[in-house]
């Protein structure tokens, strides 16, 4: 094989409680087409990221090809790249586990897929450095992972009926390394306990289906009081979202998206939480997506 195109979806994390625990896969796509090139890497980026992303061998998506390839004991051929793009990026959607986990797919069908999922999944959590955005980027689904002493957890949670995501994602971005940065080095044992607490009871909602129970389940008070200051009305879309009828609304990932979970009026709920954002002098737009059930697909490969 010369050619192969993946198609990976969205990823947000943390649900609220579930920090550095919990994932999901959106219905929006990126798709990653590799081909075996005679000259230099490179790399064509269409969509989301065109003009900021890397354009040679520095890409992601090539760094990702070089780790499967030398896993299986190979040296990484010259490839031309092509990223059709249409999650943003830097916006706590996981734009970077795609490319990650497209690399790694793309890479392991052009070997005639030397590894199976697992190890596939194995090798992107050593590229990302940890597990909750590629664990579903890769495999689709609401998922739980933990790492151990030895190696990953993950399980996969039912997605109760109806249920869909409503996304407010911010002109502004905010990198991960500055969210990571303003968070404490310490917490209290009545904060722990919460968390605690709501992220059992999101876990038990989902597998029983209780979407009644979000509200509270999605509070968290280990990362969000913290990085709200950094996203412009935060608050207030939260709160706006709720309030239009969402089940459940947090922030995606580190930001600068807002997520709410829906079983009704998705679109009364995006205009909610953009206009509370307008209203704090910021640009957002929003989509309803459904979950992604498949993960990483190779839609072709010749």
Partial sequence: MTEVWVRVPASTTNLGPGFDALGMALQLHNRVGLR??????????TGEGAGVLEAGADNLVYTAVRRLYAEVG???PPLEIRLENAIPVSRGLGSSSTAIVGGLVGANALLGEP???EAVLALAVELEGHPDNVTPALLGGFQVTSLTEDGLIHLRLPTPAGL???????????STAAARRVLPEQYSRADAVFNIGRAALLVAALLTGATGELRAAMQDRIHQPYRAPLIPGFDAALAAALEAGAAGACLSGSGSTMLALVTGDAERVGEAMT???RAAGASARWLALDVDPEGAVVERVR
């Fill in 36 to 45: 075996i090139a005679e000259g230099p890497v490179r790399v064509e980026v």
């Fill in 74 to 76: 190979r040296e990484a």
């Fill in 115 to 117: 590894l199976d999922r």
């Fill in 164 to 174: 869909r995501a409503v996304v407010c994602v911010p002109e502004a971005s905010v």
């Fill in 275 to 277: 206009a509370a954002v």
